[in-house]
Nanobody, 126 residues
């Protein structure tokens, strides 16, 4: 059974940091691109970052570039999102997702992912 389980969310003041983790099981994690998405209340789910299967290629949304870093440990089947200099507008439910390809084709589109976690809440106060 495929499972993606996020952890590491919480409440933090603006300027602070959090590190999200996503533990994968039940499939060949190392073969697929992985992504992070977020969804704020009343808004569409948006792509935050993605990383290729081998970890050699990463992409970011403009709103987080330079502040967030996506990484993966294929030996541990775990995906990470290091979030620094957090802003109130980063407040959202964060989801990890697995793509159907290794290379993060069309990475910001939800339709490119076929496995999703349940999410972890991040709240940033001003």
């Amino acid at each position: 059974q495929v499972q993606l389980v996020e952890s590491g969310g919480g409440s933090v003041q603006a300027g602070g940091s959090l590190r999200l983790s996503c533990a994968a099981s039940g499939y060949r994690y190392s073969s697929y691109c992985m992504g992070w998405f977020r969804q704020a209340p009343g808004k569409e789910r948006e792509g935050v970052a993605a990383i290729s299967a081998g970890g050699g290629s990463t992409v970011y949304a403009a709103s987080v570039k330079g502040r967030f870093t996506v990484s993966r440990d294929n030996a541990k089947s775990t995906l990470y999102l290091q979030m620094n200099s957090l802003k109130p507008e980063d407040t959202a439910m964060y989801y990890c997702a697995a793509q159907v390809t290794s290379s993060c084709y069309n990475w910001a589109s939800r339709a490119s992912y076929n496995r999703w976690g349940q999410g972890t809440q991040v709240t940033v106060s001003s």
